[in-house]
């Protein structure tokens, strides 16, 4: 592959209902991380995850959120119970375990709650 | 954990003159510190980094500076253009396995 891969690009959900959001990243890239990015703002930290280290879970909002990653690749971040205000674009990054690396990010999940 | 504060959050210049924006970070072992610059509706992509043993880095219209003593990293855009226009972030990282943490960003439009 390319580069990082997310899919959906857009998702409209209505509130309440769970979502999940996927992100392949590059071949070999033992570091994933989600970001949120609401219009016109920073990017917001949710989850690292590093190799087969415990993942560093400090940025996700509430226990609404949840991520994994299966088989050291494939991640996906589950939003259960859906809120407006979760609307925002994620975005989904992966890079090297290594001092000097940096993160490659995927195109994003733009996800708007109605 | 480390802490990156940067400034200013927007920047406006004119076309041709320079640009700065500079950030500050927490961790005195924070040793690698990458600049992304994020266009309106894509994802952000890195543009320049130091690494903690230089000083200085420079590509083209674009350096970065980093001074360890200070803990304090600037990028500097030099005959700035329009299409420069962007969001740009700092981030830093410290030991091995440690993330990335990056700052606010700063919104720099050029005007023409």
């Known amino acids: 592959g390319a580069g990082v891969s997310q899919s959906p690009s857009n998702k409209v959900t209505e509130k309440g209902k769970d979502v999940e959001l996927r992100c392949d990243p590059i071949?070999?890239?033992?570091?994933l991380y989600w970001y949120r990015q609401s219009l016109g703002q920073g990017l917001e930290f949710l989850i690292y995850?590093?190799?087969?280290?415990?993942?560093?879970k400090s940025g996700l909002p509430s226990d609404r959120f949840s991520a994994e990653r299966t088989g050291g690749s494939v991640s996906t971040l589950t939003i259960q119970r859906t809120q407006q205000e979760d609307s925002a674009v994620y975005l989904c990054?992966?890079?090297?375990?290594?001092?000097?690396?940096?993160?490659?990010f995927g195109q994003g999940t733009r996800l708007t709650v109605v | 954990g480390e802490n990156v504060e940067q400034h200013p959050s927007t920047l406006s210049v004119q076309e041709g003159d320079s640009a700065v924006i500079k950030c500050t970070y927490s961790?005195?072992?924070?040793?690698?510190f990458p600049w992304y610059k994020q266009e309106l509706g894509k994802r952000p992509q890195l543009i320049i980094d130091?690494?903690?043993?230089?000083g200085e880095k420079k590509d083209q219209r674009i350096a970065v500076t980093l001074n360890k003593t200070a803990k304090h990293f600037s990028l500097h855009i030099t005959e700035t253009q329009p299409e420069d226009s962007a969001v740009y972030f700092c981030?830093?990282?410290?030991?091995?396995?440690?993330?990335?943490?990056f700052g606010a960003g700063t919104i720099l439009r050029v005007k023409s």
């Open positions: 130091i690494r903690s043993n230089v």
């Open positions: 995850f590093q190799g087969n280290s415990a993942p560093d």
């Open positions: 990054a992966s890079g090297l375990l290594r001092v000097w690396s940096e993160a490659f």
């Open positions: 961790d005195s072992a924070s040793n690698y």
């Open positions: 981030a830093a990282r410290g030991e091995y396995g440690n993330k990335l943490v």
């Open positions: 071949s070999g890239h033992t570091a």
